[in-house]
């Protein structure tokens, strides 16, 4: 069976249920274009160091194309006898181009600095995808933050009304963790970009005198790995890329677990645009989130596949072992989870309606102010102490009458504390207050145009 990379030494082929077990063709065979490129610039390596002659070379790169073409025209299939894709894209290139010329390309590499090579060009790949996906949901939050400037909401805190604040604040809270992710891809791509498996061999480097340097920067790497072993035994990258997809996934459950609350009735905050949301087989009347609720399901999902991996890494001793060969299929769920998600996500988000009247008429309410009344104090020179003290004093007598803050008289203030002068009304109204809270990072509309400028252009930069 030419689709076996080994054998020589074996009397026997393999069991079947061993190859069913060893099989992972079913999964890596979307690694086919980037295990062809590694090929070619492998093939140029060898070429470059004397191994293969100009025809031999043309040869291999011409039947490298034709099944690159073949793939990418849906013709390619890897075979059951197939082990994984490496083996496959031998055997088919040794049909291609006949054993002589085929079999001279696998000299000097080994399918673990294979692997671990053209499993960071696909992520690299996939983190670009990711992070563009990322960048259109926070550029949907700015169009939110931009169209609703100037509307109030009520702030929580335990879920329970704390001080009012802009909505578009609100919003840009979700935007910047989101672009944060994007950065952390960026991070991630600088560190995996800096050094290509490629010549660490099987695990102790090759001996053909190939040039790692050339393959990497056809590769799209800054540089080659330092130690060999490190290089086929790493995994940290695989790692490190399901944490940031986890992250995104918990950050973008956060904005769905709101939108779910912001749209049932007691809140009343948001519609949901019927394209982007679902009916019910029996109640007629429903008009449910499935959007949001699959957006904190899958974070779910997210953290599994990274907990999974680290499960598989932890321990294993070097350098490659077959274990490793469980990296793939949670990460490619990461990536595929992402990839549906977001566009979605983005979409439901695009198309939410606010009720910045109902929002506006819940601001207040809560005793949201009662910080305000104990900032104005302190302006007035009172102790933060007395002022906190004076202003719980002024929500006690508010719930004992159940009335807001703004309802109590100028009598009723000064009975409390003569430091409260009717001047304390300036802040007892949502304008005021969010008006009030104008240092950097804070809710005041000035800040809040301010800091969406300052969005747009870590966007703009990302
Ligand atoms: N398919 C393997 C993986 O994904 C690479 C092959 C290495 N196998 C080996 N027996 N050295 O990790």
Not at 117 to 133: G, I, N, P, Q, S
Not at 168 to 189: E, F, I, K, N, T
Not at 273 to 298: C, F, Y
Not at 344 to 356: H, P, W
């Amino acid at each position: 069976n030419t689709g076996k990379l080994w054998g020589g030494r074996f009397a026997g082929g393999p069991s079947p249920e061993l190859e069913a077990l060893s099989r992972s063709t079913h999964f890596d065979w979307r690694l086919t274009p980037y295990d062809l490129a590694g090929s070619r610039a492998h093939a140029n390596a060898l070429h470059r160091a004397g191994l293969l002659t100009d025809a031999d070379h043309a040869e291999l790169l011409r039947g490298l194309a034709s099944l690159d073409e073949r793939f990418a025209s849906g013709e390619l299939h890897p075979d059951p006898s197939d082990e994984d894709v490496h083996g496959a894209l031998e055997r088919l290139l040794l049909e291609e181009v006949g054993p002589d010329v085929g079999g001279r390309l696998r000299a000097g590499r080994s399918r673990n600095d294979q692997i671990a090579t053209l499993f960071k060009v696909f992520l690299r790949d996939h983190a670009a995808t990711v992070a563009a996906l990322l960048l259109d949901l926070v550029d949907v939050l700015a169009q939110h933050a931009r169209t609703h400037l100037g509307a109030v909401m009520p702030g929580r805190t335990h879920l329970q009304h704390a001080q009012p604040v802009l909505l578009s604040h609100h919003l840009m809270a979700h935007a910047w963790p989101l672009l944060r992710d994007v950065g952390r891809l960026a991070d991630w791509d600088a560190r995996v970009a800096s050094d290509s498996p490629y010549g660490s061999g099987a695990l102790a480097g090759q001996s053909l005198g190939l040039d790692p340097t050339g393959v990497a920067a056809e590769l799209g790497f800054a540089g080659s790995t330092a130690n060999s072993i490190d290089g086929t035994a790493a995994r940290d990258f695989v790692a490190e890329f399901a944490f940031v997809c986890a992250q995104v996934g918990v950050d973008v459950s956060r904005l769905a677990e709101e939108v779910i609350f912001w749209s049932t009735r007691e809140v009343g905050f948001v519609e949901l645009h019927d394209s982007w949301s679902t009916g019910s087989s029996i109640m007629p009347q429903k008009k449910n989130p499935d959007v949001a609720e699959l957006a904190r399901g899958k974070a779910g999902r997210l953290i599994g596949n990274l907990t999974g991996l680290l499960g598989t890494l932890k321990a294993l001793p070097l350098a490659y072992n077959r274990d490793l060969q469980e990296d793939k299929e949670p990460v490619f769920d990461s990536v595929d989870t992402l990839e549906v998600l977001l566009p979605a996500f983005t979409g439901m988000v695009e198309t939410l309606r606010f009720d910045t009247d109902r929002m506006a008429a819940l601001a207040p309410q809560g005793f949201s102010l009662a910080t305000d009344i104990a900032e104005w104090l302190v302006r007035e020179g009172v102790p933060f102490r007395v002022a906190h003290e004076t202003a719980g004093a002024c929500v006690r007598a508010c719930e004992a009458r159940g009335i807001e803050l703004a309802d109590l008289s100028d009598t009723e203030l000064s009975d409390i504390s003569p430091a409260l002068t009717p001047e304390v009304r300036e802040v007892l109204t949502v304008e005021g207050s969010v008006a009030s809270r104008d240092g950097r990072g804070g809710t005041a509309p000035r800040r809040v145009e301010e800091q969406l400028e300052e969005l747009n252009a870590t966007a703009a930069a990302a």
